[in-house]
């Protein structure tokens, strides 16, 4: 994200909604972040950029709000719905056990996809400059936490920072295995 930061020279920045669950930490950039639960009361054309993680495959049309609140940008992280755990794992699972799942990353299909997220973007007037896929571990990765093993209601995050050397070799894995191994897909767009 810093590489956006240098590359598109912003200087203030809104996550919005916000959800501590997420657990970001606030040096994610080195301009002014400003963490908010929602978009109601910012000002229009507030921030440089204006993003979130996790939102947008649930509620489509906080895009039109993030847009009002950009001067510049605006980006969006989405579960990867072709990923191994998200997309088979964690649904063989509940469907065994017979329980719904409560995990964060539910939403509209079409919208954890590259092309679905883009569409999104483009239909609402902004043009993406960049997408892809992020959060690409080596290990083959469940999806499914400890919590709902267990039992309990709403997940836990496991407290397993990805040691950043192998976050910097995510640019290198093949797009194949991107894919199918990627938590998040992206897009990050320019508000005309």
Request: charged share 20%; hydrophobic share 40%; with cysteine.
């Amino acid at each position: 994200m810093r590489r956006w930061e240098k590359k598109y020279e912003f200087a203030t920045a809104l996550q919005s909604p916000y959800d501590p669950y997420i657990n970001d930490e606030a040096n994610i950039f080195t301009c002014e972040l400003t963490f908010s639960s929602s978009l109601m009361n910012v000002a229009s054309k507030s921030y440089d950029l204006v993003f979130n993680f996790g939102f947008l495959q649930r509620f489509p049309y906080l895009i039109h709000e993030m847009k009002r609140v950009s001067k510049h940008y605006v980006a969006a992280f989405t579960p990867n719905r072709y990923n191994f755990g998200h997309g088979f794992i964690r649904s063989f699972y509940h469907r065994v056990r017979g329980t719904a799942c409560q995990h964060i990353d539910r939403g509209e299909p079409s919208l954890m996809t590259l092309d679905g997220l883009v569409g999104l973007f483009e239909r609402s007037g902004l043009t993406v400059l960049e997408k892809g896929h992020v959060d690409i571990p080596i290990w083959l990765d469940t999806v499914v936490h400890i919590s709902e093993l267990l039992g309990s209601g709403r997940p836990v995050p496991l407290k397993m920072p990805m040691p950043k050397q192998l976050v910097s070799l995510e640019d290198l894995w093949p797009n194949c295995f991107k894919k199918v191994q990627a938590h998040h897909i992206y897009a990050f767009a320019e508000s005309l």
